[in-house]
């Protein structure tokens, strides 16, 4: 279910704009901004009664608690550079984040020259899906995997096999045979 970030009561919609400025200005008052809005939802969950439980425990989880924040189609962008494994069984994705990445994969992203580039991996034969990212510095990168929870999962797919349908108008698995047979005929006509 989708919840309102906006028409907030007036209290939680200031506090809840201002730690939005504050994270996008990397404020020095961050934790001040953090706990106002922290006494906000609560104030307006359990005080006010102006928003339920499960708004309040949305907003938590996106804005103070991120990395329990299970990603929305919102968050996310597919890339439309698609490519298929040379097995042609997956379909590997470039996954554009909408979201305070530095939070939901607990890693310092606060330098300029620092990068995080999220990917997935879609097997549409077996149904299964991997995801990773990779931080980049100006001198170095590391990767590490990531696991999805059930919903970000299910939607990564989707994600996925929609933008292959608006693309290629085909499935997953019809674009991962096509790729397979494109990559034998090449290998054919250079032998």
Not at 146 to 152: D, F, H, I, L, V
Not at 154 to 161: F, S
Not at 165 to 188: I, K, V
């Amino acid at each position: 279910m989708k919840y309102p970030e906006t028409g907030l009561p007036g209290y939680l919609q200031h506090d809840l704009d201002a730690y939005k400025e504050g994270i996008k200005n990397n404020s020095s008052l961050l934790d001040c901004l953090w706990g106002e809005l922290y006494g906000s939802i609560n104030a307006a969950q359990i005080d006010d009664g102006a928003i339920s439980p499960e708004h309040a425990d949305y907003l938590r989880k996106k804005y103070l608690f991120p990395s329990q924040y299970e990603m929305q189609r919102e968050d996310l962008r597919i890339d439309d550079d698609l490519q298929v494994s040379d097995d042609g069984c997956s379909v590997m994705v470039y996954l554009e984040t909408w979201f305070d990445a530095e939070k939901k994969f607990q890693e310092d992203l606060s330098d300029d020259e620092t990068w995080l580039n999220l990917y997935a991996t879609y097997d549409p034969f077996a149904d299964t899906l991997k995801m990773g990212y990779v931080v980049e510095t100006a001198t170095h990168y590391f990767s590490n995997d990531y696991q999805p929870a059930e919903g970000e999962e299910r939607l990564v797919k989707d994600m996925i096999t929609e933008k292959i349908r608006e693309l290629y108008h085909q499935t997953p698995q019809e674009f991962c045979q096509d790729a397979g047979q494109d990559n034998s005929f090449q290998m054919e006509g250079h032998t």
